[in-house]
């Protein structure tokens, strides 16, 4: 006798295969462990003594890095709610470009408080109303925190700029921000326009080179290509530049033609009728006034021979984003098809020349008097895995002078703000009534998270110097830091660290939302997976 189970509940109604956890136990903590995992590998990479992370990513590709925004983007986190902590930092990365890390390890340390909370009996939807009351009074605290008179900057003051920047800098690059912020400050002042609230990011290049150290790093206000000219005119001065996008060769005819070739005499002056069209090609762009030629494709035998002839330099660039940006380093118009340029359409470059820079021959294009569209750090280091560090450090540097340009305000570094925050945001929980208190008083203890990471990845006792800072502030001292060179509490103007405002307000902010959303879940359903082989993502692109 068989019985014929019907499926009841959820089964019924989904496929086989799936799965559900749900309520405290299943879904809530499970998620905050995950959280947790993920912020307990960031945090460990927080300020300037933060530990490097070694990553092997799926195609087998090495990275040594302390940026938390690398470090998460190369792990491919695949667990539902760790991932709603990556995009936090993935936002944070987008909108600020630095302070990614402190959004995942700040979100993951709430998170953590919270399981706290609610192993006492506190029910989600009350720390979530906490937290909420929390990251506003932050934000109200933060406001009065910033530095008086720092609203008002001159975006092109070189030390301004380096002084700003120096925070976000060393924390990738201990020890060698003094030599790297003046170079990056350079490079964005020089293509900062007359409205610095346009800056472009993508105008200051990097050109990574191996060999040599940190001092031969230099800024060229141009570009800087990273292979040799085609032909052996190899520098040239003052010179207008025709740019050509598909390529410099004999165009091919489209239709397959028969010829029929009846004599000699015939035989020989086809093939010179195709040499006489390039050498007129060739010729009406030497005429034109053009020395150089760009070329986004292929530069054909003969093509290159006609060029030597009318002493014009080839340079051929075959990344159509690189092509671009070379048209906005000389303001030439790229044209479609070999043909004579209007003179409206040349770029002009004060000098073109090829160099060698350890071993590596390189183009560089600068171009002085011209409005400086395009800047190039050229970075020199030993190996790959730090130029790519180094690269990683100036981006950050780039990113926060985008930032100072919309919004120049900034606030005490090295921990001050985070203890002044922990403690107003202490006594500002005392005063509440109903159960949220706590969760507000758990959301003020998680700021003891970037002081206490701070001390130990420097290797201090972080209790001893928690308990001073707060001790500092409580006497009404609101800019007392952390001096991780000498192990000691001072003020955070005294050794010259500033945070940029913008960036501490959207990773608080956006590490709160994450936490919350997290809270929010109490039932993960999962539907049973698609069976076949995983795709791939497509290959193809470049770096940019």
Not at 162 to 188: H, T
Not at 249 to 278: H, M, P, R
Not at 296 to 314: I, S, W
Request: negative net charge.
């Amino acid at each position: 006798m068989v019985f014929n189970m019907q499926p009841y509940g959820l089964q019924s109604m989904l496929k086989e295969g799936h799965r559900l956890l749900s309520g405290l136990e299943e879904a809530v903590l499970k998620n905050i462990d995950a959280c947790q995992e993920l912020s307990h590998i960031t945090r460990t990479s927080l300020g300037p003594n933060g530990m490097n992370k070694m990553v092997i990513n799926h195609l087998d590709k090495l990275f040594v890095t302390s940026d938390a925004a690398t470090i998460v983007n190369e792990l491919e986190v695949q667990h539902p709610a760790a991932k709603i902590l990556v995009l936090a930092g993935k936002a944070q990365q987008e909108e600020i470009g630095d302070g990614a890390n402190l959004a995942i390890s700040f979100g993951g340390e709430l998170l953590h408080h919270a399981a706290e909370l609610i192993r006492t009996g506190l029910h989600p939807s009350e720390i979530i109303s906490g937290y909420t009351k929390g990251i506003n009074k932050t934000i109200e605290v933060l406001e009065e925190l910033v530095e008086k008179g720092s609203e008002s900057m001159d975006v092109r003051n070189k030390d301004e700029v380096a002084l700003r920047m120096k925070a976000a800098v060393a924390s990738k690059q201990y020890g060698q921000e003094d030599i790297l912020c003046p170079l990056i400050a350079d490079a964005c002042i020089q293509v900062c326009p007359k409205n610095p609230v346009n800056f472009n990011v993508d105008n200051v290049r990097v050109a990574k080179l191996v060999g040599g150290g940190l001092h031969d790093c230099r800024i060229v206000r141009g570009m800087v290509l990273k292979h040799d000219s085609v032909g052996s005119i190899k520098k040239i001065e003052k010179a207008k530049v025709a740019v050509f996008v598909s390529g410099v060769d004999t165009s091919a005819t489209e239709t397959k033609g028969t010829v029929l070739i009846q004599s000699a005499e015939q035989l020989e002056n086809y093939s010179k009728t195709e040499e006489a069209k390039v050498e007129e090609l060739i010729r009406a762009v030497a005429e034109s006034g053009a020395k150089v030629v760009v070329s986004g494709g292929a530069v054909g035998e003969m093509a290159l021979h006609f060029c030597e002839r009318y002493k014009l330099m080839v340079l051929k660039i075959s990344s159509k984003f690189e092509l671009r940006r070379f048209c906005r380093t000389t303001g030439a118009v790229a044209l479609l098809k070999l043909s004579q340029p209007n003179p409206d359409e040349l770029g002009y470059a004060d000098s073109i020349s090829v160099e060698e820079i350890g071993g590596t021959r390189v183009t560089v294009v600068k171009n002085e008097e011209g409005g400086n569209s395009v800047s190039t750090v050229v970075l020199r280091a030993s190996t790959d895995s730090i130029l790519d560090d180094l690269e990683r450090a100036v981006d950050d540097g780039v990113n926060v002078y985008k930032a100072m340009c919309r919004d120049s305000r900034i606030v005490p570094g090295a921990a001050a703000t985070e203890i002044e925050l922990a403690q107003r945001l202490k006594e500002f929980s005392q005063r509440e009534t109903g159960l949220d208190q706590y969760a507000i008083a758990k959301f003020a203890e998680s700021f003891e998270l970037v002081p206490k990471t701070l001390a130990e990845n420097a290797g201090l006792n972080a209790v001893e110097i928690i308990s001073s800072l707060y001790a500092d502030h409580a006497a009404g001292k609101s800019g007392v830091g952390i001096d991780l060179d000498e192990g000691i509490c001072k003020e955070a103007s005294a050794m010259k660290v500033w945070d940029l405002y913008v960036t501490k307000f959207y990773a608080l902010k956006y590490a709160a939302d994450a936490a919350c959303t997290v809270l929010r879940v109490d039932q993960i359903i999962m539907a049973k997976p698609a069976g076949g082989p995983k795709r791939d993502a497509a290959a193809g692109m470049d770096e940019d």
